[in-house]
């Protein structure tokens, strides 16, 4: 650690040379030139030329006034190179800034493509992090050897040591293959999607699994660079397991369950499951996320984002709608009718205003049943599909309003219970 | 700024200071009082060579500091071929080292010419702890551009178990070679140099010498031709070749600067030969010495620069001069009053041999000698692969040895 504070100090010495504060001092010039104009200027507010002709120039307004401060570093900078021959780091501050505004520009046009809210957290998550690293590490390589800080050892095991740069690697580099795996994995899935025509679900499906393989070759890749030797890794790798035994055991079993039900395609984001409701009905849920611990299900009756464990789609039977055949879910509605009409014309109406309902299938077509004679009424029940399960009670009360307007144009009854009572004579 | 913002950076550079506090920092630098020293490590010197030069100069650092504890002394080392390029580097972004140590004087006034270098002011008393001749040598125009800090002299290295008498002349070599003594020579401007001269056709012309013609130069080309056609005998390119050639039992003998001998005495052992390189017809070998010199660099401020100037004479004081030839073994003081134990030191007596014979060459003469170093070199492979005759190349060769001015200075 002590070497890395002695580079650090040295860093300090050489941010006081005369040289680099003259540097600095130009650039807090121009950035106080920036604050000026950019207060007379208010390039974000004013109407551009040719902003109604080109409206991508709309979405470039927000970048003005950083291409504004860009401009007065630029100006410094050539002016302490002509004047002084030295202003490489005000070059340096003029060609990160540029990177980040080009950064900007190629979020903007990322947004074009992808939903924004990707992209907002493709730029929190991935974007700045990466710009904030690379800015230190280059701004750090102007000032002195980066292979030397890297190669300092912070952390001695036995005979091997981890240096500083393996450490950086070890903890910048997995967060950055984990968040920076989203995108590529999201591409590949929907360039597979293409050439293979997955569904929905199999398409988020295989964007997870490749996340995931990506995530591993790039954790393989990393502990390589680092160098980590094979009893290091066994050691972790014991230690793993005891934690596994005791409090990691939940949280492993469900990861596995994730990662089988995601081979195996049983539960994929998009599918749509039926799972019991409180009292003893069942609603229907759509996948949203297949977590690493817990899958994320959306129930539309109550907008709800229900967060069940893997293991538990692992470990007991459900019923989905989304599996091998298609997603086609079967509704029904019951209903009684009058003991007097004859059961073949009821069953004929019933049909045929089933097939009025817009969002009920033509085929496969619906279909009434007498279902049995009651003690009032004789109970019918008119079958029909749908095409979204999500969509199952929906429906079912827009075949159950047709019917009863059908019954009332057609004069059928829909009777109430009704009982005879027969006195006996009197004795 | 905000009262929230302003309460952050004032947090945050206590912070900073009590962490300096607790990692045992003192004393956080100021301006000025902080000096960068850049070393060049030559492509030529092995790499234990050059971890001791690295630490002896760490040594002095500390010495240094030690005197002055305001002190920063930030040292690093640079490999030749980079030099400049980090200089370029360094110098474009304000942070132009404070001091350079060339591994020899070779590319001072180029580095002087580019805008790297600042002239020294030394004065009388300052001027009496260099050797005179080394001082004159690092001049130009007047002005003094550097201070040698110690002497490296070219000698031959060779495994005296199987090699007992080591030849004296180049007649003897050729001879070695063609009795079945592995031989290593090389092919490059210094390793060319020290034959050429036993000729009289030194590429560094002495100052009132006779003067190189066509009976010099032809001789020296058909000698390199003759010995290239002994089978014994082999030519390299590569320095490096050499000494790990010698190292490895693939050659019983080879021309080697002095700072080869740690790692040849680490291979041999005490069957590590060291004797002068043998005369030629025209007189002994006068080989090109390194001279590892001190350059200020051109971006200090005068505080910076002063500092630096005092480092650079701490290193060549008489103390430290006499404790680097002697902890090192393989240098000489440039330093006029320090006597070594020669008699207790063989191989320090052999090298102090050689340097008597050995050839500084002026800043002007190393320029020259650079820009025509790949003519010289390839002229010499022609005759050495048998493209081109000797008599053909010798009009050539006399040619650009014309080209090089009589400035030499005499150790």
């Given amino acids: 650690m002590n070497e890395i504070a002695q580079l650090l100090l040295d860093l300090l010495a050489d941010l006081t040379r005369f040289g680099v504060l003259r540097q600095f001092a130009a650039m807090g010039v121009a950035f106080g030139l920036w604050l000026i104009l950019k207060r007379q200027l208010k ?105 030397a800080l890297f190669a300092v050892e912070v952390i001695a095991i036995g005979k091997d040591g981890l240096s500083f740069g393996a450490l950086a690697l070890l903890v910048v580099g997995t967060y950055f293959v984990i968040v920076g795996s989203a995108l590529p994995a999201l591409a590949l899935a929907a360039l597979m999607r293409r050439v293979f025509q997955f569904s929905l679900p199999a398409y988020r499906a295989s964007s997870l699994l490749i996340r995931y393989l990506l995530v591993a070759i790039g954790l393989l890749l990393i502990l390589a ?38 081979l195996e395609g049983a539960v994929r984001p998009g599918d749509v499951l039926l799972i019991e409701s409180v009292n003893n009905g069942e609603d229907p849920c759509e996948v949203l996320e297949l977590g690493m611990r817990a899958t994320t299900l959306w129930r539309d009756r109550d907008n709800v984002e229900l967060v069940v464990p893997n293991q538990t789609f692992f470990t007991q039977s459900m019923i989905t709608y989304s599996g091998v055949r298609d997603r086609h879910r079967r509704g029904q509605v019951v209903i009684g009718v009058a003991y007097r009409h004859p059961p073949t014309m009821v069953i004929a109406l019933l049909e045929a205003t089933a097939h009025t309902v817009p969002r009920v299938l033509a085929s496969p077509a619906p279909k009434g049943l007498l279902l049995r004679y009651d003690d009032s009424a004789i109970t019918y029940s008119i079958r029909f599909w749908i095409e979204n399960p999500m969509d199952g009670i929906g429906v079912a009360s827009e075949v159950g309003i047709a019917i009863w307007e059908a019954f009332a144009r057609e004069g059928i009854e829909i009777p109430y219970p009704q009982r005879v009572l027969h006195q006996a004579p009197p004795v | 700024m905000s009262r929230a913002r302003g309460l952050g950076l004032l947090f945050g ?74 200089l370029a580097f360094r110098t474009g972004r304000g942070l132009a080292p404070d001091l350079i140590l060339l591994a020899t004087s070779r590319d001072l006034l180029t580095l002087h010419q580019k805008g790297y270098a600042t002239p020294v002011q030394l004065n009388r008393e ?59 020579l090389s092919s490059s401007l210094p390793g060319l140099d020290w034959i050429l001269s036993g000729f009289g056709a030194s590429l560094v012309p002495p100052p009132s010498g006779p003067s190189r013609g066509p009976s010099q130069v032809l001789p020296a080309l058909q000698w390199l031709q003759h010995a290239n056609l002994q089978p014994h005998i082999t030519f390299v390119s590569s320095e490096e070749e050499l000494r790990v050639g010698l190292a490895e039992g693939r050659f019983l003998w080879i021309p080697c600067p002095s700072g080869w001998i740690p790692s040849l005495r680490q291979a041999l052992g005490a069957d590590l030969g060291v004797e002068l390189l043998p005369a030629g017809p025209a007189g002994p070998a006068r080989p090109l010495m390194a001279v590892p010199t001190w350059m200020l660099g051109a971006q200090s401020s005068l505080a910076q620069r002063r500092l630096a100037k005092q480092f650079m004479l701490f290193t060549v004081n008489a103390v430290n001069q006499r404790t680097t030839a002697l902890r090192l073994g393989t240098v000489l003081p440039v330093n006029p009053a320090i006597a070594l134990p020669l008699k207790a030191y063989p191989i320090l007596s052999v090298m102090d041999g050689s340097r008597r014979t050995s050839v500084v060459p002026s800043l002007q003469q190393y320029q020259v000698l650079t820009r025509h170093a790949d003519q010289v070199v390839l002229l010499a492979n022609q005759v050495l692969a048998g493209a081109r005759a000797p008599l053909a190349v010798a009009p050539d060769f006399q040619r650009l040895l014309d080209a090089i001015p009589a400035a030499e200075v005499q150790p």
Avoid: H
Wanted: aromatic share 6%.
């Fill in chain 1, 43 to 147: 390039l974000e507010q004013r109407r551009w030329p040719g902003e109604r002709r080109w409206p991508f120039l709309k979405r470039l307004k927000p970048l003005a006034n950083a291409g504004l401060l860009w401009l007065c570093f630029a100006l410094a900078a050539a002016w302490l190179v002509s004047a002084t021959g030295v202003g490489d780091l005000a070059r340096f501050v003029v060609r990160f800034y540029a990177l980040c505004m080009l950064t900007r520009v190629g979020l903007i046009v990322l947004e074009l493509y992808l939903p924004a809210k990707v992209v907002e957290r493709e730029d929190l998550q991935l974007v700045r992090p990466l710009l904030v690293v690379i800015g230190v590490l280059r701004l750090y390589s102007q000032f002195d050897n980066l292979d």
């Fill in chain 1, 225 to 262: 660079n680092v160098g980590v030797n094979t009893a290091l890794i066994a050691a972790v790798g014991g230690g793993l397991s005891v934690g596994l035994g005791f409090g990691l055991k939940e949280v492993f079993s469900n990861f596995i369950s994730g990662l089988w039900l995601l």
């Fill in chain 2, 13 to 86: 550079l206590s912070g900073l200071l009590s962490a300096c506090g607790s990692l045992g920092i003192q004393r956080l630098p100021a301006v000025g009082n902080s000096i960068n020293v850049v070393v060049e490590l030559s492509s030529q010197s092995d790499p234990v060579e050059q971890g001791r030069l690295k630490a002896l100069l760490e040594q002095e650092a500390r010495e240094f500091k030690r005197l002055n504890p305001q002190l920063q002394v930030k040292l690093r080392t640079v490999a030749a071929d980079r030099l400049q390029q980090e």
């Fill in chain 2, 126 to 184: 300052e001027r009496a702890i260099v050797q005179p001749r080394l001082l004159a040598s690092l001049r130009d125009g007047g002005q003094q551009l550097g201070v040698p800090l110690f002497m490296a002299p070219t000698m031959a290295c060779f495994d005296r178990r199987r090699l007992p008498s080591p030849p004296a002349t180049l007649s003897d070599l050729v001879r070695l070679g063609q009795e079945g003594s592995a031989i290593g």
